[in-house]
Each structure stands twice: as structure tokens, then as C-alpha cells.
């Protein structure tokens, strides 16, 4: 699998949307992993443009990862309900909340543009998150020499992904930072650990598995081989490399005591995330709070909320994904941090 990736190493940088940069996914890359951009947030021309600054930067693989989400479901009454709970914060800060909220970014499931953009940028490897997308995309993508990934977070979600054709399976477990990548977020959610649910697709698919979640050094990467993954996708060990886009409240607080208390919360977008607790999430799960609105409508509204209260240096209603191996982050260039990973992945298996 590493050989189809064009990769030396098994080690895979997430690609956060909102923290990834073509200069992370660049630096790991030319490091002998494989850097990755999140552009599931993106329009297409901002994905165009993040491209080819990475190309520039590398001549190495890289991956692009999209959304394959299905469309919100709009419901006034909830979206309503979740705006007046959300009013004494937005007042807090002396703004009017929204009238009304907005789907603020397309699902690649019906972004024709983002997917010719694909096609004409060519990158090496093309990832899906909450789902894959149409039988003929995946054609045509596969015609075109991209190989591709998708996460599942259970069996089921892995068979799809199987029988789609698609190369590799991203098995993200519970421990994993941001978004879970379930297809259908109605579901129940078994919350596999990572460990467990790389067994288990190892053991009952025949496509390579690639170990997501909690992993944050090279004995966490040893692990996951030995668990039957060919690679390992880490995120969180990557926000505090100088090359991402973390601000310096994101970064203090993955320095800090704060990086060992994270949670899984629908309340900031709409769909489960883990991230660090803060204030939004204590006070949108308090006791008789309504249902947020659908993803990613609510997060069009945690969004405006942080940018009034940022303004005035207030940071506690940020989405800082964390996984739960956080306090385990090093603050390191990316590349040092890749040649670490590697020695302790070498040392591990000595």
C-alpha cells in the first residue's frame, strides 16, 4: 500500500480542514510521509489554489480530502430554537445573533465543480470523510491514476467503502480528534476504539487499513502495525508544528492542562466532533439545552459567535479538535517531527 501511495513511510498527516496548510502537508511529504489537505471547508477555487501551492513546495504524494456528507436538513423550528439558546452568549459580546443560519459549505456529493477541479489538479491520492461519493466519480477519479481513501468507523461503513472500489480504509476509532466520519450520523455509533476496530477491518476486509485516532508517537504508529494496519493517520501530534494554521490561543491550549480534557460534542457544527472542552460546550450540553441545528448549519452560528467574542480576545467558543492523545503533543517542526516518529517506530520495533 505504502508503494501505491508513493510513500516510504507509514505515517499519514490528517488533513484537518482549518489546520492543515500546504506548508504541513508539503513538509511531510518531502519528509517521506504523507501530507494532506483538508478542504472539505473550501471552495473549489480555494482548493485549486492550496494545490498548487503545495505543489510547489513538494514533488512528493500528498492527499486531498473532501466532505461526501449528505445536505442538510433544514428545520426552521430547530435552527429557531437553537438561536435563542444561543442569544445571551452573542449579547454577551455585544452582537446580534443571526436571523437566520446558512449551509456555509457544499458536500462533495453534489459540488460538481470541486470534483472537475480534482480531476484537473490531479493529486496523487483523494480522501472521503462521512461517507464515498457517486459510482461514477470514483470512475472517473480511478481512471485518472488518484488513489483513494475513505474513513469508516465500523464494519459496515468499511464494506461500503470495500465494495466501492476504493483503495484503502481510513479506521478511525473513538479516541480520534475531529469530526467522526460516519456516513449516516443518525446511527448508532458503537464507538470502536481505534484498536479494535483496526482488527477488525483488518481481519474482515481485504483492503489495506489505515490506524486513526489517539496515535501520537512512533510506539503509537509501531502499535498499529502490529495491530494489521499498513499505516497510521495522526492529527492532533501535528497541530503545534509551526507550519499549521493553529492560532496561539489553539496552541496554548493544547500546551496546557486543558489538552487531557476533551469531548465528543454535536453542539459546535452539527455532527459529533471531539475537540478540547471550552465554554461553548459546557454551556450548549448543560442540562435542558436544545438540539443544535444540522451539520453544518449550527456551524455557521458557533462560528459567528467566535468571531464576535475573538474580537474582543475571547477564545472560549473555538472549535480546537483535540484527540485524546493530546497531551502527548510536541511543539516541533514537521519535518523533525516525522524523522522523530520514525526513529521511534524503529526503536519500538527493535
Not at 464494519?155 to 449516516?184: P, S, Y
Not at 479538535?321 to 523533525?336: D, H, I, V, Y
Request: glycine share 8%; with cysteine; aromatic share 6%.
Amino acid at each position: 500500500m505504502l508503494e501505491e501511495l508513493g510513500i516510504k513511510l507509514p505515517i499519514i498527516q490528517a488533513p484537518m480542514a482549518g489546520v492543515s496548510t500546504p506548508a504541513l502537508a508539503a513538509a511531510v511529504s518531502n519528509a517521506g510521509g504523507l501530507g494532506s489537505l483538508g478542504i472539505g471547508a473550501s471552495t473549489a477555487a480555494q482548493a485549486r489554489q492550496a494545490i498548487e501551492e503545495t505543489r510547489a513546495l513538494t514533488d512528493r504524494p500528498f492527499n486531498v480530502n473532501v466532505f461526501c456528507h449528505q445536505p442538510a436538513s433544514r428545520d426552521v423550528e430547530t435552527e429557531t430554537r437553537w438561536l435563542k439558546h444561543l442569544a445571551p452568549l452573542f449579547e454577551e459580546f455585544g452582537a446580534d445573533p443571526p436571523i437566520k443560519l446558512t449551509e456555509i459549505y457544499k458536500s462533495f456529493l453534489g459540488d460538481e465543480e470541486a470534483f472537475q477541479m480534482l480531476l484537473e489538479t490531479h493529486p496523487a491520492v483523494v480522501s472521503f470523510h462521512f461517507g464515498v461519493p457517486a459510482p461514477e466519480q470514483i470512475a472517473a477519479l480511478r481512471k485518472s491514476g488518484i488513489k483513494m481513501l475513505a474513513t469508516a468507523t465500523n464494519l459496515r461503513e468499511a464494506r461500503v467503502i470495500e465494495e466501492a472500489g476504493i483503495d484503502g480504509i481510513v479506521a478511525q476509532g473513538i479516541e480520534a480528534g475531529g469530526h467522526r466520519g460516519m456516513f449516516d450520523p443518525e446511527a448508532i455509533d458503537e464507538r470502536l476504539s481505534t484498536s479494535v476496530l483496526v482488527r477488525l477491518l483488518a481481519s474482515r476486509t481485504r483492503l489495506p487499513v489505515i490506524a486513526a485516532g489517539g496515535i501520537m508517537d512512533g510506539q503509537g504508529v509501531r502499535a498499529a502495525l502490529d495491530l494489521g494496519a499498513v499505516a497510521a493517520q495522526l492529527g492532533t501530534a501535528f497541530i503545534l508544528c509551526p507550519e499549521s494554521a493553529a492560532n496561539a490561543s489553539y496552541r496554548q491550549n493544547l500546551k496546557s492542562e486543558r489538552a487531557s480534557f476533551t469531548r465528543l460534542t454535536a453542539s459546535l457544527s452539527g455532527r459529533y466532533a471531539r475537540g478540547i472542552v471550552n465554554r461553548f460546550i459546557e454551556y450548549c450540553e448543560a442540562a435542558g439545552s436544545p438540539l443544535p441545528a444540522a451539520y453544518p448549519i449550527a456551524y455557521d452560528a458557533a462560528k459567528q459567535l467566535n468571531a464576535a467574542a475573538t474580537k474582543q480576545g475571547y477564545g472560549e467558543f473555538a472549535a480546537q479538535w483535540a484527540g485524546q492523545g493530546a497531551p502527548l503533543a510536541r511543539e516541533l517542526p514537521a519535518s523533525q517531527l516525522v524523522q522523530f516518529l520514525t526513529e521511534e517506530l524503529q526503536a519500538a520495533g527493535s
